[in-house]
């Protein structure tokens, strides 16, 4: 399995740009989750989706936050405009839920988005 | 709301046993999970706990205790590769989801010296 794809792998834009990241969960897989990592906020909860459907996006920290997931292989967060403080490593992650499970999240290797 | 409180670094040599504490507050607690991250790279995960009592994975092994909202990692035998970042990670109940959602601590840097 090739595992969670996240691309781009790093991504240096300008304040006011648009930025699109965008993730391919591991086939079968029945959620998906976007997080935030930050030196000062760790990681974050932003979205998850069960089944391509949004279920809680009380962590996406304002408007210029958006994420949609338009079938069960592709998910795509984006931020328009960007800003500075939006700089961060932007994972995806994946997981099947089976009863009595784990829970395991399978993680990509990120996105690192550098706003100037 | 979720918190989660661990230590934030951590040392030790190898051969060594270190213990890396994780408390939390959270509603419609599910489990508690652990996951490693290395410099760079994605997170993944060690363990989980839903009930109370010890897991053991090799050299890894993780406790809970629901009634104090407590667990920890247990990491023996340290090895030079175990230096990373550990973070505990609540799941809770979300309305419409079975599977909940997932909530990490800030993490605890774990070094390991020769």
């Known amino acids: 399995d090739a595992g969670v794809i996240q691309s781009p792998r790093h991504e240096v834009t300008e304040m006011g740009q648009e930025v699109t990241l965008r993730c391919k969960p591991i086939?079968?897989?029945?959620?998906l989750f976007w997080y935030r990592q930050t030196m000062m906020r760790g990681l974050e909860l932003l979205i998850y989706?069960?089944?391509?459907?949004?279920?809680?996006d009380s962590g996406m920290p304002e408007d210029r936050f958006s994420a949609k997931m338009p079938n069960a292989s592709f998910s795509t967060l984006k931020i328009q405009p960007s800003e500075p403080r939006d700089s961060a490593v932007y994972f995806c992650?994946?997981?099947?839920?089976?009863?009595?499970?784990?829970?395991?999240?399978?993680f990509g290797e990120g996105s690192r988005l550098t706003v100037l | 709301g979720q918190s989660l409180e661990q230590p934030s670094e951590v040392t030790a040599v190898e051969g060594a046993i270190v213990q890396i504490n994780c408390t939390y507050q959270?509603?419609?607690?599910?489990?508690l999970s652990w996951y490693q991250q290395h410099d760079g790279g994605a997170p993944t995960f060690l363990s989980y706990n839903a009930l109370d009592g010890l897991e053991e994975t090799g050299r890894f092994s993780s406790f809970l205790s629901r009634s104090d909202s407590y667990g920890y990692l247990l990491l023996q035998e340290l090895q030079m590769k175990d230096s990373a970042s550990y973070f505990c990670a609540v799941r809770d109940r979300n309305r419409g989801s079975t599977l909940g959602r997932l909530y990490f601590g800030r993490g605890t840097q774990l070094t390991v010296w020769p």
């Open positions: 992650a994946s997981s099947l839920w089976i009863r009595g499970d784990t829970g395991e999240l399978f």
């Open positions: 959270t509603s419609g607690f599910y489990g």
């Open positions: 086939s079968g897989h029945d959620y």
């Open positions: 989706f069960n089944n391509n459907v949004p279920i809680d």
